[in-house]
């Protein structure tokens, strides 16, 4: 069954032995050519699979930690004292933040969705 897509157009780059070598065992690995996999990466970086959900919620939670870990620090550095209260509402504030700071970093990287819930591609 001939191919749908005339592919008419080619691009190339120089590497070493090494680098030869590990990219046919890449190859290898998904039981095709160097070509179609060069083919496959290349075309994959033209339309990147946006994050999983599972991703996203990773991502959030990191960001999280990040934040409550930057922000007591920060407050120690400066020689204060958090409160558990001001502890409770620094965690609540996170809280409220870190899905709309990992969706804004998604989008920014190109890869994730914007805002309003689109795709950023």
Sequence with gaps: MPNPIART??????????EYAA???????RNLTLGEWCREVL?????????SPVEE???AEI???????????YALANGDKLSSAEMQALIRRVDQE????????????GIGRKADGEDSR
């Design 23 to 29: 990219l046919e065992e890449l190859a290898a690995a």
């Design 57 to 59: 919620i990773m991502l």
């Design 43 to 51: 075309l994959a970086r033209l339309n990147p699979e946006p994050p």
């Design 98 to 109: 870190k899905g709309s700071s990992a969706t804004e970093r998604l989008a920014r990287s």
């Design 9 to 18: 157009k080619s691009v190339g780059a120089k590497v070493t032995e090494e």
């Design 63 to 73: 960001l999280g930690t990040r934040m409550i870990l930057l922000n007591t620090v």
